[in-house]
């Protein structure tokens, strides 16, 4: 059996800012509105985009400070840095989960299909050859066995 998915092997792929596979997805969506959907969520869904978030977040954080105010203080981290950063990471937790949910679920049907093509009577491999050797062994003085398939 297969090792179990695991979400860090699926991080690289949806957490980087990857335009060749934008132009890809704009191809499977139609309308002005899905594609500039598409565009945004992935751009903003990554990791690349919280790092900007963050530094834009941090630029405003002296004055924040400086204002001596500590309801600015907390506005600035409940508006500023929470909003912008946590935006970004929350979009690329979900879009791990998701690609991690849909390798599971690719192997899960791949090894349905491999369990039901074993448990098929008339499938070399499976449980015809158990079948075939039982009927197989004969007890003396026993006549031919029939066939489960006929």
Same mark, same amino acid.
């Given at each position: 059996? %297969?090792?179990?998915?695991? @979400?860090?092997?699926?991080l ?8 060749? %596979?934008?132009? +890809?997805?704009?191809? $499977?969506?139609? *309308?002005?509105? @899905? ?9 903003? *869904? ?8 963050? @530094? ?9 400070i400086?204002? *001596? ?5 907390? +506005? ?16 690329? =937790? ?6 991690a949910?849909? #390798?599971?679920? $690719?192997? $899960?049907? #791949?090894?349905? $299909? ?10 070399? *491999? =499976?449980?015809?050859?158990?079948? %075939?050797a ?17």
């Amino acid at each position: 059996m %297969d090792a179990p998915v695991n @979400a860090r092997e699926q991080l690289p792929h949806v957490v980087r800012f990857n335009p060749k %596979d934008i132009k +890809a997805a704009l191809g $499977e969506v139609k *309308g002005f509105n @899905a594609k500039l959907a598409l565009v945004i969520t992935r751009s903003v *869904g990554t990791m690349a985009c919280a790092y900007v978030f963050a @530094a834009i977040a941090l630029i405003s954080l002296p004055a924040a400070i400086n204002s *001596g105010q500590v309801i600015v203080i907390v +506005a600035w981290i409940a508006q500023t840095f929470l909003q912008l950063v946590l935006l970004s990471i929350i979009m690329v =937790g979900q879009s791990v989960q998701s690609a991690a949910s849909d #390798a599971r679920a $690719e192997k $899960e049907f #791949a090894d349905t $299909e491999t369990i039901l093509d074993r448990l098929d009577v008339r499938t070399a *491999g =499976g449980i015809k050859d158990v079948l %075939d050797a039982i009927h197989a062994i004969r007890r003396p003085g026993e006549g031919p066995q029939p066939s489960p398939t006929s």
